[in-house]
Structure formats: structure tokens, C-alpha cells
């Protein structure tokens, strides 16, 4: 069974500049959630999505925005880049919304701004 | 809103050695508590969760933790370190009405000594 598959894996992007991470959850699972990690702030969720929807949001500004797809995928924006949102980018599924269920989590994305 | 606190940003243990890391969580409501860890350039593993069973959890990886309400902790153990154990570990809190949003700690940067 194929894991939590985000892409790409690696990003450089300049000041201002938009960027689309992608992430493809295992086969089943319905739950989509992001979180950005950096060293300074460690783990933080941006945003979960189930069917489609988005069922919870972290404290992040509205350039940071999602959606997620009828096939589960799931994709986040981030709009106006600047460079503190360089970070890995996380993706975890789960096969329902239940918050003892185990989440899954993908390589991440390492999105460089300069 | 529920936190977590991990003391230590950094444990040294020698091989063959006791790892013991440390996690206290604050939430109103009773919790679901996980611990991942995380190698280098690598997205989360989950190494074990308490979900309102056994106080006691075992892992994978021969990893346990032991939910103590009293004292609102979950510590980490591993009866002996091996070189393969060296990683960062996260843990991390989630409850009811959350839907899918972990909470994390700041992590621990566990390294084994030869």
C-alpha cells in the first residue's frame, strides 16, 4: 500500500512569488492535514480538509489556503511568498476524523524563499 | 487549547543505555497523545499512542510510554539505546472536538553514543 505521497520534495521560490505543494494521501483515507515545520517555530497546523472541505485552520494568514479534491488529493497554496515561509511543508492523512486515529505523514516539501 | 511541553531539547545517551524523554500535556478535556519521530530529510513515523485504553503503551521499535494523569505526563522510554534510535521525537496531543489538529511539542533531539 503506497504511503502519503507529497510533491515535489524540494522548492526554491523568490520573495512575492506564489507556489502549489501537492500531496496524494493513502488509497482510502479521506482526511487531509497540513503543517508547516520550521527550527524557530517548530510543528504547526495550517488546515485540515475531509470530503472535500475544510474542517479546521490553524493561525496562519490567508496567503496560506488549500483545497482538497473528490479523489481525497489535496493541494495548499501559498500566495505573496516571503522568506520566513521557508519550512518543510507536512501532509498527513487519515482514513477518518476522528483525532485518536492515526495520522500518516508525508516526506514534506522543503520550500526554500529567496 | 491543549499544549505540550518536552523537557530537554537535547538527551545524549550511550548504546545499551536507558532513553527516557520526557512530555507533559496540558488540555481540559480528556486527551489522545502520540509520539512520532522524525529522521533527517523525513516526514513523521508514529512510534505509539494513548488513546484512553491501557494507562501503558507499547510501541514500535521497542519503545513505551506511560499515561499518568496525576501527574499529566507521557514520558518516552526504551530499555536500551541502539545508534539506530538517533532521530528527533515529537510529541504530540489531540482531543475531541479537533477534528484532525495535532498539537506538538518543541521536540527532543535524541543522539546515541558509541
Known amino acids: 500500500k503506497a504511503g502519503v505521497t507529497q510533491t515535489p520534495r524540494y522548492l526554491i521560490k523568490t520573495r512575492g512569488q506564489q507556489v502549489t505543494l501537492s500531496c496524494s494521501p493513502i488509497s482510502g483515507h479521506r482526511s487531509v492535514s497540513w503543517y508547516q515545520q520550521t527550527p524557530g517555530q517548530g510543528l504547526q497546523f495550517l488546515f485540515e480538509y475531509f470530503s472535500e472541505t475544510q474542517r479546521n485552520k490553524g493561525n496562519f494568514p490567508g496567503r496560506f489556503s488549500g483545497r482538497q479534491f473528490s479523489n481525497s488529493r489535496s493541494e495548499m497554496n501559498v500566495s505573496t511568498l516571503e522568506l520566513g515561509d521557508s519550512a518543510l511543508y507536512l501532509c498527513?492523512?487519515?482514513?477518518?476524523?476522528?483525532?485518536?486515529?492515526?495520522?500518516?505523514f508525508g516526506q514534506g516539501t522543503r520550500l526554500t524563499v529567496v | 487549547a491543549q499544549s505540550v511541553t518536552q523537557l530537554g531539547s537535547h538527551v545524549s545517551v550511550s548504546e545499551g543505555a536507558l532513553v527516557l524523554l520526557r512530555c507533559n500535556y496540558s488540555?481540559?478535556?480528556?486527551?489522545?497523545l502520540f509520539w512520532y519521530v522524525q529522521y533527517p530529510n523525513q516526514g513523521l513515523q508514529l512510534l505509539l499512542k494513548?488513546?484512553?485504553?491501557?494507562?501503558l503503551v507499547k510501541g514500535i521499535n521497542g519503545f513505551e510510554a506511560e499515561f499518568k494523569k496525576s501527574e499529566t505526563s507521557f514520558h518516552l522510554t526504551k530499555p536500551s539505546a541502539h545508534m539506530s534510535d538517533a532521530a528527533e521525537y515529537f510529541c504530540a496531543v489531540s482531543v475531541a472536538g479537533s477534528a484532525r489538529q495535532l498539537t506538538f511539542g518543541s521536540g527532543t533531539q535524541l543522539t546515541v553514543l558509541p
Open positions: 488540555s481540559s478535556v480528556p486527551p489522545y
Open positions: 498527513a492523512s487519515s482514513w477518518n476524523q476522528n483525532p485518536n486515529t492515526e495520522a500518516f
Open positions: 494513548y488513546t484512553s485504553a491501557a494507562t
